[in-house]
């Protein structure tokens, strides 16, 4: 595993002050302490200090946990009183962690987390909660799973704030990806689809931040008994060398280049409704709007739909004016997707043909103008509004 300095000098960070997790379950607050003193030291720029890692999942209860974290918080802010300390970076799972009835019969983990704090008056040592998202059931993903994600994440996301977690505390996901297990769904346009629809559903219901785990090259593995595939933006070879750009790395161009402006400046994100649906009620094409700091509107739109392209008209509600408005002038489009993007399976072998890039073109806006979406793509469309 890399050391801190090669992490933090290898410019994975891009001198970006970083998240650092610290051993609660299997170290000591000394320890912690220490490594903090160490960075702060070395000049490292800390955003956030993350307390422990999968607590549920090392079966801590989280009485148990919850005295560990303070005695970590104690010993971490007399080095910085200032950092920002959260937890417990649960497990990837989409409902309420459960734990052993107390006396009172309460069985929520988190609920009973926050209990504690709270019975300590301590609360305020939880900046932020973290948890981490692997929606699908290890080599289990259909492309009827694609449609599920938006609910997932939101509904796990409620569920941390009907345990107790205040509306002021952020959430951040620091693990995330599909699943556990790396199958072919990982590197085909599933990957890439699932990644654009899970980071607009979790940016829509409020959450602060996510953290993409799986950046390092790996070489396919078989997880699973009938595919090979890998988690994260590209295929390696053995000695871990990038043969090649995988479907999310497609997919994180397109979130963090075209559809967010890449600069340190507040993005304002804005709801969305969709009407395209199909026979089962599931919504086909999934929609995220937001104005960037250069003022342009920008939507994310996912098509889950993986035989047919869809045309949609995109409608801006401005509730102050009682009208629907348009983009005006040209439109920049970017799309990823099954025209672009072909995983060919054959074992450690598998590769990608065509492997990108993103297609980028520009069409006129105004109203009721028409924007195809290719089958089983990820598109952004930005512009101008009247």
């Not at 595939?229 to 871990?240: D, E, I, P, R, V």
Request: with cysteine; net charge negative.
């Amino acid at each position: 595993m890399p050391g801190l300095d090669l992490f933090f000098d290898s410019g994975v960070t891009r001198g970006l002050p970083a998240m650092v997790p610290v051993s609660t379950l299997y170290g000591t607050p000394e320890d912690s302490a220490a490594e903090i003193a160490y960075l702060e030291t070395r000049g490292y720029p800390i955003s956030y200090v993350e307390l422990g890692e999968e607590a549920d999942g090392q079966y801590a209860t989280p009485e148990h946990y919850a005295a560990l974290y303070l005695q970590w918080a104690s010993a971490i802010h007399r080095v910085d009183p200032l950092l920002l300390l959260g937890g417990p970076a649960f497990t990837g799972f989409n409902e309420d962690i459960k734990a052993w009835p107390d006396a009172h019969g309460n069985n929520s983990w988190f609920g009973r987390f926050l209990d504690y704090l709270k019975a300590h008056k301590r609360l305020a040592d939880l900046s932020f909660m973290s948890f981490e998202h692997y929606p699908y059931d290890p080599c289990k993903a259909t492309w009827d799973s694609l449609y599920d994600e938006p609910k997932l994440i939101s509904h796990s996301m409620q569920v941390w704030r009907d345990d107790g977690l205040p509306k002021d505390v952020p959430m951040l996901v620091t693990e995330v990806n599909l699943s556990s297990a790396a199958s072919q769904a990982s590197v085909d346009t599933f990957g890439g689809l699932w990644l654009a629809d899970y980071v607009g559903a979790f940016l829509s219901a409020g959450g602060k931040g996510s953290f993409y785990f799986h950046y390092l090259p790996f070489p396919l593995d078989q997880e699973c008994d009938e595919t090979w595939g890998t988690h994260g933006m590209f295929k390696s070879n053995a000695a871990h060398r990038i043969e090649q750009p995988t479907s999310q790395y497609f997919a994180s161009q397109l979130l963090n280049q075209e559809w967010v402006q890449p600069v340190d400046a507040t993005h304002t994100l804005f709801p969305t409704q969709s009407d395209v649906i199909d026979v089962a009620g599931r919504t086909v094409v999934t929609a995220y709007a937001v104005r960037r700091p250069d003022q342009q509107w920008s939507v994310l739109l996912v098509n889950k739909d993986p035989m047919q392209a869809h045309a949609v008209q995109v409608r801006f509600h401005d509730a102050g004016a009682r009208r629907d408005r348009a983009f005006t002038g040209p439109v920049a489009l970017r799309t990823f997707g099954a025209d672009n993007y072909h995983w060919l399976a054959n074992g450690a072998a598998g590769h990608a043909d065509p492997d990108g890039p993103v297609a980028a073109s520009e069409q006129p806006g105004g109203e009721d103008v028409p924007f195809t979406l290719p089958r089983a793509s990820i598109t952004v469309l930005r512009g101008s509004v009247e």
